[in-house]
């Protein structure tokens, strides 16, 4: 029995300690997102009261940073009465005009934008931009197009000193779905790097965009200094690219969001 007893104790202890391990993890990944989810609000939040007015036109993106920005201009448009008119870049962006009751238009009706409002999956010293993590790089750039501004929000964990440094997932291309073999072979060519498919998550086969077309991820050499420009004009020549997730010398102004509850601001040199 005294042997029982020792085995039960042992694996008492074991099972103990893995749980207790396993909790502190636990709760200190979520200090950690709701430390995110905070910078991401005071930045969305600084950056509407600053760049919203009555009467205006304004580009809604895409991700998570954006349900804290869409929430703030909700509050703004009812406690101001103000009159807004916002153009979505994604169904997810649509649905949260939709769901917050603001004023839905597109660019058919508001080819014109007085500022566009994004987030950013990394943010480098030039303010160039990866976006396209959520797979919406096309609507997003052709909405940021047509703004007079580009307005980014970020938490603290999307700037970096050169692309690559703190984003791991490579640069989005969207490409027709027929050439997509092609065109990974192609930039491999021109820049080396790897270039996967990237898959669904809640089905079988590829991730499929609002667009009907595929995406690739690039990672690339991050020990090449690559002029971005070129290589964002190179590979969006290749016959099979719709666009690239390279936002180059479109940002007006960077909003980040710090672990202290400050807002750092980067404009263009």
């Keep these: 029995m005294r042997v029982t007893g020792n085995v ?6 074991r099972l103990f300690w893995h ?14 997102m709701e430390s995110l ?18 009467n205006s036109v304004i580009g809604i993106g895409s991700g998570s940073t ?31 005009i939709i769901e917050n009751k603001l004023c839905l238009g597109d660019l058919e009706t508001h080819p014109e934008l007085d500022c566009t409002v994004d987030g ?11 976006k396209g993590g959520g797979g919406c790089l096309t609507q997003e750039k052709i909405v940021a197009s047509c703004a007079k ?17 703190q984003y791991k997932k490579g640069i989005p291309i969207e490409v027709i ?7 990974s072979i192609k930039i491999r060519e021109h820049f080396g790097g790897n270039v996967t498919l990237r898959m669904a998550k809640m089905k079988a086969g590829p991730l499929v965009t609002d667009n009907g077309n595929f995406i690739l991820d690039w990672n690339f050499p991050t020990d090449k200094n690559l002029d971005w420009p ?18 180059v010398g479109m940002t007006s102004k960077v909003y980040f969001g710090l672990p202290d509850g400050s807002v750092k601001t980067t404009e263009p040199l």
Excluded: W
């Design 149 to 165: 501004k580009l307005v980014i929000i970020a938490d603290y964990t999307k700037k970096s000193e050169r692309l690559g440094d």
């Design 177 to 183: 779905p027929i050439a997509y073999v092609p065109v």
């Design 19 to 32: 749980f207790s391990s396993y909790f502190k993890q636990s709760r200190s990944h979520s200090l950690i």
């Design 37 to 54: 989810n905070e910078a991401k609000r005071i930045a969305a939040r600084r950056a509407i009261d600053e760049h919203v007015e009555d």
């Design 8 to 13: 039960h104790n042992k694996t008492f202890y």
């Design 230 to 247: 070129s290589v964002n004009e190179t590979i969006t020549m290749i016959p099979g690219v719709v666009e690239t997730g390279l936002f």
């Design 66 to 96: 954006i349900v804290f920005a869409v929430t703030r201009l909700a509050e703004r448009v009812k406690s101001e009465k103000l009159n807004v008119i916002c153009v979505p870049t994604s169904f997810q962006a649509r649905q949260l």
């Design 120 to 130: 950013a999956d990394e943010v480098d010293r030039d303010l160039t931009l990866i």
